[in-house]
């Protein structure tokens, strides 16, 4: 019987290049992890993949993990209630908290992963037992080099295993999937990942925006090979040229994904 061919690697050095580039171009620094989950060819590159940088609201991405995780296999029900405290309040996108008003767990969910509301998620991260619950969560899931919430550092290479972990089914397996993706799905905001891959593709992700930095950590479903994780952080210029920036990195990889 014939010896198995062996696997050859394709090269990311024109995929680094662009990325470079566009870095450069932009006046930004960045770093991006990109994991390929499908085919026999799948492979992971990333661009400074391991260097801390400011996580921002992507501490939400393993605290809905939790949460999902929790509810798909029976630890906490969508319909229990939190109850606000003073404490968890932050400008965000609602303004309905109010000492003694309860949100069920489904509620809070829902306006962390459509509206990346910062008070929902601090009522969360509260009630699971604050940032040693959140990071332990996070570690135990791959994210092992963060530190989220607070001082809130993470890296590119541990969001991609976040959800790399959570897409091969080891934060809940189908039921948590069932749960957490559609939260991360269209969310009010797409201008980053999703605004570099065709309209008609899922993404599943979650953003991070502060001051001049913008991360997006996201599941690509319908890769032109295959499913792929890519997460995106950058620092400068930020607004709208920020946006472009991540969508562009977004397009290269999609691109180089393309002639897989």
């Given amino acids: 019987m014939a010896a198995a061919a062996p696997q050859t690697h394709r090269s990311f050095d024109a995929l680094q290049q662009e990325v470079n580039d566009l870095l450069d171009q932009a006046g930004a ?17 990333s661009l400074d993949g391991d260097v801390k940088f400011a996580a921002a609201s992507t501490y939400k991405l393993p605290l809905l993990m939790e949460e999902a995780q929790l509810i798909a296999t029976g630890r906490e029900r969508s319909s229990e209630q939190v109850c606000f405290d003073t404490g968890d309040w932050e400008d965000g996108w609602y303004i309905d908290y109010k ?8 509620e809070l969910m829902r306006r962390i992963g459509q509206n ?36 809130n550092l993470t890296t590119t290479n541990d969001l991609a295993h976040l959800l790399v972990n959570e897409a091969r089914g080891g934060a809940g397996g189908d039921g948590a999937q069932a749960r957490l993706y559609p939260l991360l799905t269209h969310t009010a905001y797409e201008d980053g990942v999703p605004a570099g891959v065709p309209d008609s593709v899922t993404v599943v992700h979650k953003v991070g925006i502060l001051d001049d930095a913008i991360d997006d950590a996201a599941l690509v479903q319908g890769g032109p090979k295959g499913a792929y994780v890519l997460a995106i952080g950058t620092q400068g210029p930020g607004g709208e040229p920020g946006w472009k920036l991540v969508a562009d990195i977004s397009r290269a990889v999609w691109q180089f994904e393309s002639t897989r």
């Fill in 29 to 45: 620094t960045g770093a991006v992890t990109l994991v390929e989950l499908g085919g026999d060819q799948a492979q992971t590159w």
């Fill in 99 to 106: 000492p003694g008003s309860c949100y069920t767990r489904g």
């Fill in 116 to 151: 990346s509301d910062n008070t929902a998620a601090h009522m969360l991260v509260r009630d699971e037992g604050w940032t040693q619950a959140l990071n332990d969560y996070a570690s135990q899931h791959g994210a092992g080099e963060s530190d989220f919430y607070y001082p």
